[in-house]
């Protein structure tokens, strides 16, 4: 499928790798009896990896494989790496004090694993080997949608990808909210991936817990409604509110600031004419047009 320029002006040889991978049976170790097959899309079935084929796919954890966002300082670090079978993945690494019980990592690991789907960045694995919590997923090679808007303005996107990262987007929650994983954590624009076809995709570690007690974290607060702030935990509306922050990037091309996107976001539903306001009632009252 077509897209931006910025996504697909060069073609790496990574990309021409992955694109053509060998055929080799990846060493997983417990298959699970209804996913034993890869799928229509070659997504791999659902396994457990060990610690070992995992330090080898990302020479040891090297830095130099990190592409968390954040690089070094992200709050759980996200690797690149290379199976034998010359696949490449993504590797996101959880401590023990959020996960100390690698039965309920596994559990929570392997109800997310049950997902495919094409707008997903599927997850394709798990490490739970002594001390090390670890999530394996598809590897995206074209970087994140945050980047395509806010760090690449000389390139930007073209409307048409625009529309197609919202509906794209929308697409993957729908289907992740009817297989019964309606909570997605820290939904924002550097969680939509770009593919090897330039397609964006939504990152399957967001459908994962990041610790047992069920608590979240934002790497940004911009994205995130004001009722996170009081406990911590996504709801399915805290998910709309953030996918309503998404589509406010898609259409800026900007970065709003967490001081700012109450306003922003009230600015733009007012001016759509979805709302009329009455300041003259208890300081401010908001009405739908429908009501």
């Known amino acids: 499928m077509g897209c931006c320029e910025s996504i697909l002006s060069v073609e790496t040889d990574q990309e021409k790798e992955q694109q053509h991978p060998k055929k080799q049976t990846p060493r997983f170790n417990h298959p699970s009896p209804s996913l034993t097959s890869?799928?229509?899309n070659g997504v791999p079935p659902f396994s457990e990896f060990?610690?070992?084929?995992?330090?080898?796919?990302?020479?040891?954890?090297?830095s130099d494989y990190i592409v968390s966002e954040s690089g070094e300082k992200a709050p759980n670090l996200v690797y690149k790496g290379r199976l034998q079978n010359r696949r490449w993945?993504?590797?996101?690494?959880?401590?023990?004090?959020?996960?100390?019980?690698?039965?309920?990592?596994?559990?929570?690991?392997w109800g997310v694993g049950k997902l495919r789907h094409r707008r997903l960045a599927n997850l394709i694995g798990y490490c739970c080997d002594?001390?090390?919590?670890?999530?394996?997923?598809?590897?995206m090679p074209n970087d994140t949608l945050a980047k395509h808007l806010f760090h690449w303005e000389n390139q930007t996107i073209e409307w048409a990808m625009r529309l197609r990262v919202a509906l794209y987007i929308a697409e993957a929650l729908d289907y992740c909210s009817i297989e019964g994983r309606p909570l997605?954590?820290?939904?924002?624009?550097?969680?939509?991936?770009?593919?090897?076809?330039?397609?964006?995709?939504?990152?399957?570690?967001?459908?994962?817990?990041?610790?047992?007690?069920?608590?979240?974290?934002?790497?940004?607060?911009a994205y995130t409604p004001p009722e996170y702030l009081k406990n911590g935990r996504v709801t399915p509306e805290s998910v709309i509110f953030s996918f309503g922050t998404v589509l406010l990037d898609l259409l800026s091309g900007k970065h709003i600031p967490p001081t700012h996107v109450s306003l922003f976001y009230f600015f733009v539903v007012c001016h759509s004419g979805a709302l009329?306001?009455?300041p003259e009632k208890n300081e401010g009252y908001l009405k739908w047009k429908s009501d």
Not at 50 to 62: E, G, H, Q
Not at 201 to 206: K, P
């Open 184 to 221: 997605y954590h820290d939904l924002n624009a550097y969680r939509v991936l770009f593919d090897e076809d330039g397609d964006p995709r939504l990152s399957c570690f967001g459908l994962m817990k990041n610790s047992r007690d069920g608590k979240s974290y934002s790497t940004n607060l």
């Open 130 to 139: 002594s001390d090390e919590r670890l999530l394996v997923a598809e590897f």
């Open 38 to 40: 890869d799928d229509s």
């Open 50 to 62: 060990s610690i070992s084929d995992l330090k080898t796919a990302t020479n040891n954890f090297s």
């Open 89 to 109: 993945i993504a590797v996101k690494k959880f401590t023990k004090m959020a996960w100390p019980d690698p039965k309920q990592f596994a559990e929570e690991a």
């Open 276 to 278: 009329e306001f009455y």
